[in-house]
C-alpha cells in the first residue's frame, strides 16, 4: 500500500530512496522556486529531473511569473517517485485542484518530473 504524507510533516521512507519522503511543504518551496524567475539559474536546475548547468533550457522555459502552488498531500507511487497534489495561485489568487504533480529522486534529492515539466512547457 502507498504511503501518504499531508503538511503536517509526516512522512514515510520509500523503498530505494535514503530517508523521508518530502512533505507538502518541502514540495512546495522546491516547486515555487523553479517557477521563481528571480531564483539564481544555477538553483533552477537542480529542480528538474535531468536539467544541467550544460544545458538549462527547460529550466528557463518554466518559470511562471506571478504563480505558486500550494501542496497539501504527497502520495508515495513506491516507484522512486510521488505525486504531490495542491492549488496553484495565480496573482494571489487561489484557483481549483488541478492535476497532482510527479516528482521524482535523482541523485538524492527529490526534483519536478522531466516528462511531466516537459509537457507544460512543450519541449
Known amino acids: 500500500m502507498a504511503a501518504c504524507s ?11 530512496i535514503p530517508g523521508m519522503l518530502p512533505t507538502a511543504d ?39 511569473e506571478g504563480m505558486t ?6 502520495l508515495d507511487r513506491g516507484d522512486g517517485s510521488v505525486l504531490a497534489f495542491g492549488n496553484p495561485v495565480v496573482k494571489g489568487q487561489a484557483q481549483p485542484e488541478g492535476s497532482p504533480i510527479p516528482f521524482v529522486a535523482e541523485d538524492g534529492a527529490w526534483k519536478i518530473a522531466r516528462s511531466w515539466a516537459c509537457s507544460q512547457v512543450g519541449c
Not at 524567475?37 to 518559470?63: T, W
Not at 502552488?69 to 504527497?74: D, G, K
Open 6 to 16: 499531508s503538511d503536517d510533516g509526516e512522512a514515510s521512507s520509500t523503498p530505494g
Open 26 to 64: 518541502e514540495l512546495t518551496a522546491l516547486y515555487n522556486t523553479a517557477l521563481d524567475y528571480d531564483a539564481p539559474l544555477s538553483d533552477r536546475v537542480n529542480l528538474i529531473q535531468g536539467v544541467d548547468e550544460a544545458d538549462p533550457r527547460l529550466a528557463q522555459k518554466f518559470v511562471q
Open 69 to 74: 502552488v500550494e501542496f497539501h498531500a504527497v
